[in-house]
């Protein structure tokens, strides 16, 4: 009895257990289970994965976003500073064509030496007198010069012609009172001839007169010149060097608060990549200098180390240009009305050598040096440690910029972090623009020799792009200091600074490491490789 209800037990019970197992309707394995749980997993990684990229790509915005201002005002300080630079070197090239009108003499007022002349002069004119030749020019020509320069030589040459032409007119005098004829036609055709010559000479000296009387009317100019306005020009330069960083860093956090996010820009960055340029000081080479071997000199030595370093520095390139082309119009005058002094081509020495007492006064007593791109060692253009390639990271030293942005990390809604929140609580990102030049960068063919040459060699400035002048020579080169000849193009400048996203290099990733940086962003070290190749 007992046994028999124990089975019966067991049927009824289990009988709705077989049931269950043989009823299809909404089964689910156990398998099932497992594996829903590792999709749920996954799904649920998937969407905190899309959040957290959706969300560093919008905290990127504002790094890439803020980093291109940067290198816009970099770019326009360098376009601005150029500007600037030709600004001077213009108003230099005026002062420097003045300057060779009459140099210090005509500027004090003092008498130039022609006492040699003079004497010599008077002789002749006492000998022709004597003689009873006439002599109208004698007066005007026997004046004191109160010039030096370009008006001086030219004086002194009237004065030794004048003193030629008296002589030749009292042989003439004397042959007119010989016996013999054809002596006394000799004699009246020499002395016609010399009245010819000695009306030149006067009409020369006329046109002499009236440059002096031009150039004292301009004195007053060329002083405010001096004294006001290259000062002004200066300060402004100066200015404007000072108020990129500020209106960079001014417009980074404009558009951080923009984002709402946290920027840092180094100083470094914000700066334009520009020095003093060395030679507006130096008495001579500077240390390690090694003149080049491939100079071939068509001069004599250099005899005054001094007046290399102005030949070859910033100021020198941006004002000679300018005294090539301005200094034309008065040659140009000066070749019909002083053919017998020459006084074009004495005016084409002059601008020279004045040019080289002006540069260094205005440089070495006045502070009135240029600014180069650094690197500057040799007096050569696109010479450069950082054009080479082994110096690239100079290259990024000095022109990229790089911008910092943080942003708090938060935890995507819908999707916290399943694994591990991240240690830093702030999201860094960073980004680089770099400065370029659109002007064409063509290395100069053979190297300035400072101390084995006199004259500058090659006589035309280099054709290069990465420069603080931005000359256009796409029409042709234009002339280093002392270089001759007429002008052949108007001097013209192709501000051509510009910035481009760069990559990011070795050289910055070393340097992330080891400026300082703010709280913020210090964690962003923790994860940099020691090598970008790692």
């Known amino acids: 009895m007992l046994r028999t209800t124990c089975f019966r037990t067991i049927e009824l019970v289990s009988h709705p257990v077989q049931r269950l197992n043989q009823d299809q ?18 799904i649920a990684m998937l969407f905190n994965i899309g959040l957290s990229s959706k969300e560093k790509s919008e905290i990127q915005r504002p790094a890439t976003a803020i980093s291109h201002p940067v290198g816009v005002w970099r770019a326009r300080g360098m376009n601005v500073l ?46 022709a007198v004597a003689a009873g030749a006439q002599t109208p020019q004698y007066r005007n020509v026997r004046k004191e010069v109160r010039a030096g320069a370009t008006l001086l030589r030219s004086n002194r040459i009237l004065k030794e012609m004048l003193t030629r ?6 042989a003439a005098e004397i042959m007119q009172k010989s016996k013999f004829p054809p002596v006394v036609a000799a004699g009246i055709a020499l002395e016609n001839f010399m009245d010819l010559v000695e009306a030149q000479i006067g009409r020369e000296w006329q046109a002499l007169r009236n440059l002096y009387e031009r150039a004292r009317e301009l004195l007053p ?26 209106l960079t860093q001014q417009t980074a956090n404009e558009l951080a608060n923009r984002y709402g996010v946290k920027v840092f820009v180094p100083e470094k960055d914000r700066s334009l990549p520009v020095v003093l340029d060395p030679y507006s000081k130096l008495q001579g080479p500077p240390a390690g200098y090694i003149p080049p071997t491939d100079c071939n000199c068509p001069s004599i030595p250099a005899d005054n180390p001094r007046y290399q370093m102005v030949k070859t520095s910033q100021l020198a390139r941006a004002s000679f240009p300018w005294v090539v082309y301005h200094r034309a119009a008065i040659m140009q005058r000066m070749v019909w009305r002083t053919p017998l002094t020459r006084a074009f081509a004495i005016y084409e020495e002059e601008t020279a050598g004045q040019a080289r007492v002006v540069l260094d006064r205005l440089q070495a007593q006045r502070n009135l040096g240029l600014f180069v791109l650094p690197g500057k060692v040799a007096p050569d253009k696109g010479w450069e440690d950082w054009t080479k390639t082994e110096n690239s990271h100079l290259a990024d030293s000095h022109f990229t910029s790089m911008v910092l942005t943080g942003q708090p990390l938060e935890t995507p809604m819908g999707a916290p972090y399943i694994f591990s929140a991240p240690a830093n609580k702030h999201w860094v990102r960073w980004d680089a623009v770099m400065l370029i030049n659109d002007n064409p960068q063509h290395p100069p063919e053979q190297r300035i020799d400072l101390l084995g040459c006199k004259r500058i060699v090659p006589d035309e400035q280099a054709r290069v792009g990465y420069d603080t002048l931005a000359w256009d020579q796409s029409r042709g080169r234009l002339p280093e200091l002392v270089a001759g000849g007429w002008p052949n193009v108007f001097p013209r400048i192709k501000n051509g600074w510009n910035y481009t996203p760069s990559l990011v290099t070795d ?8 400026i300082p940086l703010p709280d913020w962003a210090k964690a962003v070290r923790e994860v940099l490789p020691n090598r970008l190749e790692q």
């Not at 309707?25 to 996954?42: C, K, N, P, Q």
């Open 25 to 42: 309707r909404g089964s689910f394995a156990i398998g099932h289970i497992y594996w829903v749980a590792v999709f749920s997993a996954l």
């Open 82 to 127: 150029s500007a600037h630079q030709h600004l001077q070197g213009e108003v230099v090239s005026l002062i420097i064509v003045h300057h060779a009108i009459g140099g210090d003499e005509l500027d004090e007022n003092q008498v130039g030496d022609t006492r040699r002349q003079d004497g010599r002069l008077d002789r002749a004119w006492r000998a």
């Open 165 to 170: 032409v008296y002589w030749a007119k009292m």
């Open 221 to 246: 100019l060329k002083r405010d010149l001096i004294s006001r306005y290259l000062p002004a020009a200066r300060n402004q330069m100066r200015r404007i060097m000072d108020s990129i960083p500020k």
């Open 507 to 514: 050289f910055q990733n070393s340097r992330m490491k080891s």
